[in-house]
Nanobody
Framework: QVQLLESGGGLVQTGGSLRLSCAAS????????RGWFRQAPGKEREFVASVSWNGGSVYYADSVKGRFTISRDNAKNTVYLQMSSLKPEDTAVYYC????????????????WGQGTQVTVSS
């Protein structure tokens, strides 16, 4: 069975940085695209970033471009989301995701989800 386990969430001040990690099990380390979504209270879950099977292609939501960086370490079967210049509007539960294909295509829904980790950015 596939398991995606997020870690690294917490409380940070505006302008600060935080790195999220997502370790996978039961999933090939180099076969599928991975990504991050987030959901704020009362809002729809939204796409944040994705990375292709080998890390060669990345895609970001406009709201995080230039501030967030997604990467993966296939030897550890782990995906990261480095978040910098954080803003209060980044506050949300962040979910790790695995897709059923090697590349992410806009609008594609993940095959697997992590449990979510809370990120709170204070002003």
């Amino acid at each position: 069975q596939v398991q995606l386990l997020e870690s690294g969430g917490g409380l940070v001040q505006t302008g600060g940085s935080l790195r999220l990690s997502c370790a996978a099990s039961g999933l090939p380390s180099n076969g599928y695209a991975r990504g991050w979504f987030r959901q704020a209270p009362g809002k729809e879950r939204e796409f944040v970033a994705s990375v292709s099977w080998n890390g060669g292609s990345v895609y970001y939501a406009d709201s995080v471009k230039g501030r967030f960086t997604i990467s993966r370490d296939n030897a550890k079967n782990t995906v990261y989301l480095q978040m910098s210049s954080l803003k209060p509007e980044d506050t949300a539960v962040y979910y790790c995701a695995a897709f059923g294909e090697s590349y992410y295509f806009k609008g594609t829904q993940p095959r697997n989800w992590g449990q979510g980790t809370q990120v709170t950015v204070s002003s």
